[in-house]
Nanobody, 120 residues
Framework: QVQLVESGGGLVQPGRSLILSCAAS????????MRWYRQAPGKERELVASITATGGGTDYADSVKGRFTISRDKAKATVYLQMNNLKPEDTAVYLCNAYRRYMLKDLNYWGQGTQVTVSS
């Protein structure tokens, strides 16, 4: 079965950096666009960053542009989120998503999430 396992979250001071990883298994990784979402308490889930199946295109929420970078490693079937200059408002559970449009259906798989807390 499909598994997405996130890691790399934790407590960090404002201005510092973290790298999140999401290891995928049970799917053909290169067929899926990969996305990072985040959800803070009392707020809606927010799409933070996405990368196409080929890795040729990326997109970011305005709130993280210039600070976050999404990348993927086909050989390791892993997607990363490099987060620089972290702010307290970046505090949230970060979730990895694999998405593919196939045979007129949207296929979505989710990881369990990893907590990122930005606080002094």
């Amino acid at each position: 079965q499909v598994q997405l396992v996130e890691s790399g979250g934790g407590l960090v001071q404002p201005g510092r950096s973290l790298i999140l990883s999401c290891a995928a298994s049970g799917l053909i990784f290169s067929n899926y666009a990969m996305r990072w979402y985040r959800q803070a308490p009392g707020k809606e889930r927010e799409l933070v960053a996405s990368i196409t199946a080929t890795g040729g295109g990326t997109d970011y929420a305005d709130s993280v542009k210039g600070r976050f970078t999404i990348s993927r490693d086909k050989a390791k079937a892993t997607v990363y989120l490099q987060m620089n200059n972290l702010k307290p408002e970046d505090t949230a559970v970060y979730l990895c998503n694999a998405y593919r449009r196939y045979m007129l259906k949207d296929l979505n798989y989710w990881g369990q999430g990893t907590q990122v807390t930005v606080s002094s």
